[in-house]
């Protein structure tokens, strides 16, 4: 069984019904000491205040949302995106957050070039390493699933990632979102690939079938299709012992709910099929 300990919740699981303030300490209330967190939402709470409630309520920040989009913009806009993302790299330490996912972007209306942009995403990434490293933050990769290949992503496997990885060295990791890799016949070889030194996330949810809504629809883990707990022990034997985070986006379903019942659902799911 998953070491009760290991649970963290994305803030985003909640972000319908709860605020920062309130996140922080609902999960902390259900017994949850890892909170994914959003920058929105830490500048609306305002940093100082955000860091007293975390360290009042004994909450480790397992990732800061996010740097990025970065590529498939004109030269302006990319570097207003790197400065940001320097910016969210400070933040990231700041919150002694684990990891600071980055977020490629695609492609733009007018191009087709999908090699261009993964270009242009590692030499983005290249730039941002030696901040990041600096600050003692890991920069992480999280490939998105194939359907968001268009606008939102040019990373969309674990082995694109992994190669990105081989590529730059030291300072990147991955994060394995289940809700984006499930499908992928080389997953297993690629986690084992990336192994305990660049597994720096592992993100839950489930994939339902029909599925409604190509970003607001995932499921609560056992409603869908994904092998949570295979993936999981995957992880886990490639050397993983971090954190698995509870990510949920349900505009028609869980963020409708009450909060705290959500909660509860997430770590009893948690326990019985991760
Ligand atoms: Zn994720």
């Keep these: 069984m998953l070491d009760p300990k290991r649970i963290a919740i994305n803030q985003a699981t909640t972000r319908a019904q709860w605020d920062f303030r309130e996140s922080v300490e609902g999960y902390a209330r259900h017994g949850v000491r890892g909170i994914g967190v959003w920058r929105d939402a830490i500048e609306r709470c305002g940093m100082a205040d ?11 920040v397992t990732g800061l949302n996010r740097a990025g989009p970065v590529v498939g913009l004109d030269e302006g806009a990319r570097r207003a995106a790197l400065d940001d993302a320097r910016r969210a790299i400070d933040q990231a330490a700041e919150l002694s957050a684990a990891c600071l996912p980055v977020l490629p972007g695609s492609l733009r209306s007018k191009s087709k070039d999908m090699n261009a942009v993964r270009i242009q995403y590692r030499e983005a990434l290249a ?6 490293r600096k600050a003692g933050i890991t920069l992480a990769l999280e490939p998105l699933h194939p359907m968001l290949a268009a606008d939102r992503s040019c990373m969309n496997t674990m082995a694109d990632a992994n190669d990105l990885c081989d590529a730059l060295g030291q300072g990147i990791g991955i994060i394995v979102d289940v809700y984006h890799v ?37 499921g609560m883990m056992g409603d869908g299709i994904i092998d949570l707990r295979r993936i999981r022990r995957w992880a886990d034997g490639a050397g993983y012992e971090g954190p698995v985070e509870v990510e949920i986006y349900s505009n028609l379903d869980w963020w409708t709910k009450n909060p705290h019942s959500v909660v509860e659902v997430c770590l009893e799911r948690c326990r019985s099929v991760v």
Excluded: Q
Excluded at 50 to 60: E, F, H, I, P
């Design 50 to 60: 955000a860091k007293r409630l975390l360290a009042d309520n004994g909450m480790t």
């Design 127 to 132: 730039e941002l390493l030696s901040p990041a």
């Design 182 to 218: 499930w499908w992928d016949s080389r997953l297993e070889a690629e986690i084992r690939r990336a192994g305990k030194d660049r597994l720096v996330g592992f993100h839950v949810s489930d994939w339902l079938v029909p599925t409604r809504d190509l970003v607001f629809d995932r």
